[in-house]
């Protein structure tokens, strides 16, 4: 009867526990949207928001340069002028993922976001103000600027979202970052529309709404908490901690969770936030590195930026008007959108490696057909609609895992310690590919012609070969368990618990600041474990 009793109580503590694990609280829904409103949202916009007002913006260059020099503007220099306009925002990227690192060390996630606003502000400000100060120079420093806000964002928010969100909802929560930034691409489409902001006379208006999603976002979220993992593991702040895991989680005892973060603590070799050489160096997370850096390089080379050179000459091929082309070019915007909003919905049911390499691999037979129709372009009148229907594939399939999914990876692969220095090689190689991709393609597809998605589709097909063969599923698993799910492939044994309650306790070869941190933890983590015991008890 006994017996009977105890497994009906616990059925019914694992049917409470799968209650609370369906719940998304008020608290963790406003840090993921206002996070990503302020961040990744505007480094969106500003992918899409300098192609409708492209002729207005050199029609200001040749108008300064008139003023200053009394003669038009030669097109080579004006070619030269909207070059370093557009790329730009790329070596600013770059600039950003260098100094997010320490930026993050000193200030912390949250503060790092809300710091990172004031990049987005004066931008803004530089941008708009650039044609009334005719100063052709304001723009090209505000678009810079801009890049830098947007290296920086992409380092700290999915860093943020990833540890303020319980493991069964982390990949839903980390997929905001996508969805946000496809949400942005899509706003700088429709605002760029010529009944709305794309006309000659509003055109800076487009560079002025910079500022508001950076001043919504400084609204919001200074009410919301800071990382529980990097109160508790970098700043020793227990009670801030408990706090914050309690606002994100909806509930009073978070002892689990707290645990949780003690024991991934214990288990790393290293308390304190390692450099980028340290990391290089480090055999215990070197497919993990080798991972992120392949994943995040076929996010860029996959050949999504490339797509858009053809999106507009396929829509003229199959006899769309000049005056209707942004209004049928909106529909890449929504069909970003609504694909990353799915893979949000789904990627907690079907897993990670799945949707990436699903993904990748769609890509590669859309890219293979598009290659066909473009061939075959001139042969029927149809063919153009099936070319403007694969370039419509490729952007799904790109939304639904690989746009996302490897800024989640990035923050679940890597420990508290590592995660830091991981986001910044991460961040290179993203900003890195970018330009390669800006810079090359143009005398790839002068020498390939409709041939130069081939290119892409050999990066996709080898990505998703090698995501299949190392990448192990990350869904619903701890931080310290996806460390683990590494350790044969990276020949590290995987210590008991034991073992790494003596791999704390023997950092006596690091400073003695180090070794106070370590001690601090051991005795919490050990405080936390009495403490269930004799909640147990009772």
């Not at 009944?195 to 400084?218: H, K, N, R, V």
């Not at 070969?465 to 869904?475: A, Q, W």
Request: proline share 4%; glycine share 8%; net charge neutral.
């Amino acid at each position: 009867m006994d017996e009977q009793k105890d497994d009906q109580i616990d059925q019914d503590d694992s049917t409470n526990n799968s209650k609370k694990k369906q719940s998304l609280t008020a608290c963790l829904l406003c840090a993921a949207f206002f996070g990503s409103l302020g961040s990744s949202f505007l480094y969106g916009y500003n992918l899409s928001v300098v192609n409708a007002p492209a002729l207005y913006i050199k029609a200001f260059y040749n108008k300064t340069w008139i003023e200053r020099y009394g003669e038009p503007i030669s097109a080579e220099t004006v070619t030269l002028l909207w070059s370093i306009t557009v790329s730009i925002f790329s070596i600013g990227g770059l600039f950003g993922a260098l100094s997010a690192t320490l930026i993050i060390k000193v200030l912390g996630r949250k503060g790092t976001l809300l710091l990172n606003n004031s990049f987005a502000v004066i931008a803004a400000v530089l941008l708009s103000l650039g044609e009334m100060s005719r100063s052709f120079e304001m723009l090209i420093i505000g678009r810079l600027i801009m890049g830098v806000d947007s290296g920086i964002a992409l380092s700290a928010l999915p860093m943020y979202l990833g540890e303020i969100s319980p493991k069964h909802l982390r990949g839903m929560i980390g997929q905001f970052n996508s969805i946000l930034i496809c949400l942005g691409v899509f706003t700088g489409q429709v605002l760029g529309l010529p009944e709305l902001l794309g006309q000659e006379s509003t055109w800076i208006y487009l560079f002025s709404f910079l500022a508001l999603p950076a001043m919504l976002q400084l609204c919001v979220l200074p009410f919301l908490p800071e990382s529980p993992r990097y109160l508790l593991m970098e700043r020793r702040d227990e009670a801030g901690a408990e706090k914050a895991f309690q606002r994100f989680l909806g509930k009073k005892d978070v002892s689990q969770e707290l645990e949780e973060v003690h024991m991934e603590a214990r288990a790393q070799d290293k308390l304190h936030t390692v450099s980028v050489l340290q990391l290089l160096k480090s055999p215990a997370v070197r497919w993990q590195l080798i991972t992120v850096i392949i994943t995040m390089a076929c996010y860029q080379l996959c050949g999504l930026n490339a797509i858009w050179y053809y999106t507009n000459g396929i829509l003229r091929e199959a006899g769309f008007t000049e005056s209707i082309l942004p209004y049928i070019t909106l529909s890449t915007g929504a069909i970003e959108t609504l694909a990353a909003i799915i893979s949000g919905l789904v990627i907690e049911r079907i897993g990670r490696k799945p949707l990436l390499i699903f993904g990748f691999f769609s890509m590669a037979v859309f890219f293979s057909l598009l290659t066909v129709f473009l061939n075959f372009q001139d042969r029927a009148s149809w063919m153009p609609y099936l070319s403007y229907v694969c370039i419509l594939a490729v952007i799904a399939s790109f939304c639904s895992g690989p746009g996302g999914i490897p800024f989640i990876l990035t923050g679940e692969l890597f420990e508290q310690s590592y995660r830091p220095a991981a986001f910044m090689i991460a961040g290179t190689v993203n900003w890195l590919s970018n330009f390669a991709v800006g810079l090359l393609f143009p005398f790839i597809q002068e020498t390939l012609q409709s041939f130069s998605f081939l290119v892409f589709v050999a990066v996709c097909i080898l990505g998703s070969i090698y995501l299949y063969v190392v990448l192990p599923e990350t869904k619903n698993k701890t931080f310290m368990d996806i460390s683990q799910s590494f350790a044969k492939i990276n020949k590290m044994p995987i210590p008991s618990p034991g073992q790494e309650m003596e791999l704390v306790l023997s950092i006596n070869s690091d400073t003695n600041g180090k070794a106070q941190d370590a001690n601090f933890l051991v005795n919490e983590g050990m405080k936390h474990s009495h403490n269930r015991e004799a909640g147990s008890n009772v």
